[in-house]
């Protein structure tokens, strides 16, 4: 089955640096990875998300790019401010037609934006 | 608009009882997935429901099962419940056509002792 391996476990970074966060995956028909962000004690939130015909979409300081021969794709997040720490999970699914599919997480990466 | 709605929120059980999980979905969404989530696992897809029909299983023992109801509310029911299966239960719905976003709950924290 699908399994999706992400780096680095945690990320600290200076507020305004960039963070940037990769996951592999080993199925290369999943079509589908969107990307989650959790804060303490909260649900997962989806914050960006990418299909597989798309190599890269952004959205406001928030990016997405994917290499489908590599079978890898990075969240990029520019000019991070506090309210970014949180942690983030990417994932991969094969969807079809009528079926949500199915989620593959990989660990998550624990991201602190100091001050 | 009513989001993804879990219940209970907390729930503390003996080592060999049952539980069932109750998971209502955004009003519209067919489909409903559930994840265990543990510290030291993350987030691990358990199944999936689509119109009343399990779509996908991930690879959990058959202690772990659903079942979805017309109304596209679910439910999951953990049997003979071992010290392990202490997680945070997410489910999440969409609507299930085609590439839509996948919206959580807040999850049910069940402690096993």
């Known amino acids: 089955g699908e399994n999706v391996e992400q780096h680095p476990s945690t990320l600290s970074v200076q507020e305004g640096d960039s963070a940037v966060i990769k996951c592999t995956y080993s199925?290369?028909?999943?079509?589908?990875f969107p990307w989650y962000k959790q804060e303490l004690g909260k649900r997962p939130q989806l914050i960006i998300d990418?299909?597989?015909?798309?190599g890269e979409k952004k959205d406001q300081r928030i990016a997405v790019t994917l290499n489908k021969t590599a079978k890898h794709f990075s969240l990029h997040i520019t000019e991070t401010q506090p309210e970014d720490s949180a942690v983030y999970f990417c994932?991969?699914?094969?969807?079809?037609?009528?079926?949500?599919?199915?989620?593959?997480f990989g660990k998550g990466t624990k991201l602190s934006v100091k001050p | 608009k009513a989001g993804v709605t879990q219940t209970p929120r907390y729930l503390i059980k003996t080592r060999g009882q049952q539980v069932t999980l109750s998971c209502s979905p955004i009003?519209?969404?067919?489909?409903v997935s559930w994840y265990q989530q543990t510290p030291g696992q993350g987030l691990q897809f358990l199944f999936e429901?689509?119109?009343?029909?399990?779509?996908n299983k991930g690879n959990f023992p058959g202690r772990f099962s659903g079942r979805q109801f017309s109304n596209s509310r679910s439910e999951m029911n953990v049997s003979t419940l071992e010290l392990g299966d202490s997680a945070l239960y997410l489910c999440?719905?969409?609507?299930?056509?085609?590439?839509?976003?996948?919206?959580f709950g807040q999850g049910t924290r069940l402690t096993v002792v």
């Open positions: 009003s519209g969404h067919r489909s």
């Open positions: 990418i299909r597989s015909n798309v």
């Open positions: 994932a991969a699914s094969k969807w079809n037609g009528g079926s949500q599919g199915n989620l593959i």
């Open positions: 429901y689509f119109s009343e029909t399990q779509r």
């Open positions: 199925d290369s028909a999943s079509n589908y």
């Open positions: 999440a719905s969409s609507l299930g056509q085609g590439f839509t976003e996948a919206f």
